[in-house]
């Protein structure tokens, strides 16, 4: 009955690698965010999305590409990985301007 | 600096005893959220806070946006070792919506 899940969990990878990082939500909500969380714990939006659009984009580089196959899905695609793309990633979702609920975010390491 | 301020960024609190956090922001804040984090896991919602001078509580935790909705407080009474982590406080600073803007954070340890 999990409400917000992601995965993987943890992700290790080489510099220049793609890889994918998934989240669904089981909420019924129409929105969808990613997040950044930094080694300082700093939380920053990526990307937000409203019944499949993008509707926020923070000057987030082009490396990432986040994709919305349905409302309940919202997928991060990220490509040739860069060490300081290293950070926990958070997905979330909303009904509307409502709280947030936070996925248990996807600890992301390049070497 | 940050458009939204936590203070202070870590706080080490005697169990039994009260602790406050807070988020002070130069923007109007539209909506202001609480959420706790622990170490290593995601967030966890605890109160929104919408309109001027609101106040909700829940247990023993109680937030409060102030008047003019710049500044909010988050206050633990009677604080238990379950009560540590990192608690964010996030805002709504236009009033498009749909994008929060988090503080620093604010890492607590209760001391048993």
């Known amino acids: 009955d999990t409400a917000v899940s992601q995965t993987p969990k943890y992700l290790v990878t080489q510099m220049g690698n793609d890889k994918s990082i998934k989240c669904e939500q089981n909420?019924?909500?129409?929105?969808m965010y990613w997040y950044k969380q930094d080694s300082k714990k700093f939380l920053k939006i990526m990307f937000s999305y409203n019944n499949k659009e993008l509707i926020i984009n923070e000057t987030v580089p082009n490396r990432f590409s986040p994709k919305s196959p349905d409302k309940a899905h919202l997928n991060l695609h990220i490509n040739s990985l860069e060490l300081g793309d290293s950070a926990v990633y958070f997905c979330?979702?909303?009904?509307?301007?409502?709280?947030?609920?936070f996925g248990p975010g996807t600890r992301l390491t390049v070497l | 600096s940050q458009e939204l301020e936590q203070s202070p960024q870590s706080l080490i609190v005697q169990e039994g005893k009260n602790l406050t956090i807070n988020c002070t922001s130069s923007k109007t804040l539209y909506g202001l959220y609480w959420y706790k984090q622990k170490y290593g896991e995601g967030l966890i919602f605890l109160m929104m806070l919408q309109k001027g001078g609101e106040e909700k509580s829940h247990e023993k935790i109680t937030a409060k946006l102030d008047e003019k909705k710049q500044q909010s407080s988050l206050h633990i009474t009677a604080s238990q070792p379950s009560h540590a982590g990192i608690y964010l406080c996030g805002a709504d600073l236009t009033a498009a919506g749909n994008k929060l803007t988090f503080g620093g954070g604010t890492r607590v340890l209760v001391k048993p």
């Open positions: 979330a979702s909303s009904l509307g301007r409502h709280e947030q609920f």
């Open positions: 909420l019924g909500h129409d929105t």
